[in-house]
């Protein structure tokens, strides 16, 4: 089980758990898979975003669709394993 925690720019912790896989797309990496992801937004909705963690918020449905969760310049993201660990720092270098 993988957990999202963000830390916004006032401090304010949120953890978002992801189930057991997740996908992490940054648009410095791969512009065009970023593009895609994100294809509905507008470009000022995607001004401050670096990224997009694409995860399965409910695993139960049939439909196979992503839940989005875009990553903001200026705050910090961790992926944290079920025991509490730090598995990856994902935030913006």
Same mark, same amino acid.
């Given at each position: ?17 992801? +189930? ?13 898979? %970023? ?8 470009? +000022? ?5 670096? $990224? #997009? #963690?694409?995860?399965?918020?409910? @695993?139960?449905?049939?439909? +196979?669709?992503?839940?989005?969760? @875009?990553?903001?310049? $200026? %705050? ?10 730090? %598995? ?6």
């Amino acid at each position: 089980m993988f957990i999202l925690r963000t830390i916004t720019k006032e401090n304010v912790q949120i953890n978002t758990c992801l +189930d057991i896989h997740y996908v992490l797309v940054l648009k410095s990496k791969n512009e065009k898979e %970023f593009a895609e992801r994100t294809k509905l937004w507008s470009q +000022d909705d995607l001004k401050d975003v670096y $990224g #997009v #963690v694409c995860f399965d918020a409910n @695993p139960v449905k049939e439909e +196979d669709t992503d839940s989005l969760m @875009p990553l903001y310049k $200026g %705050f910090k993201y961790y992926i944290m394993a079920s025991n509490g660990e730090t %598995f990856d720092n994902i935030s913006e270098k």
